[in-house]
């Protein structure tokens, strides 16, 4: 069951490491027997791109929270481009953004605690989760 709200965002930075949140963001999760199980928190917009931040626990996501999670940005805040940071030791993060179809930008040297930070990026027309039909 999709989920909306700050309880997501809360969640996300706190699975994250984020130190609790976000600042000003908004939340969508998936909620399975009552508890969240993947969410996104997308923040820094202006306007042509935001910020995501992607938890999936175990492998728990489906294909309508996916197609959910990329028409918020792509289709209804209307972004160019959505970017992901991860630093480079997160190896199971950098994984999942490019099994989601992240593209990694670029990287700022010795910029996180674990090495590099790297700028993954995804335009709407990359997207491929927003040309699949109800499945």
């Known amino acids: 069951m999709i989920s909306i709200g700050s309880h997501v965002v809360e969640w996300v ?65 209307n972004v160019h481009r959505i970017t992901g940071l991860v630093g480079e030791g997160n190896i199971k993060s950098r994984r999942l953004c490019e099994k989601l179809g992240f593209i990694e930008e670029t990287r700022l040297e010795d910029c996180h605690p674990t090495g590099d930070l790297i700028i993954y990026r995804m335009r709407k027309q990359e997207c491929k989760w927003l040309r699949m039909k109800n499945e």
């Not at 993947?38 to 175990?58: L, P, Q, R």
Request: aromatic letters at 14%; proline letters at 2%.
């Open 13 to 77: 930075a706190k699975q994250t490491n984020e130190f609790g949140n976000f600042g000003c963001a908004v939340g969508i999760g998936w909620e399975k027997d009552g508890e969240l199980v993947a969410g996104v928190a997308y923040n820094e917009y202006n306007g042509k791109n935001m910020c995501t931040h992607i938890v999936i626990k175990n492998g728990q996501m489906t294909k309508q929270f996916l197609r959910v999670i990329f028409d918020y940005p792509f289709n209804q805040a």
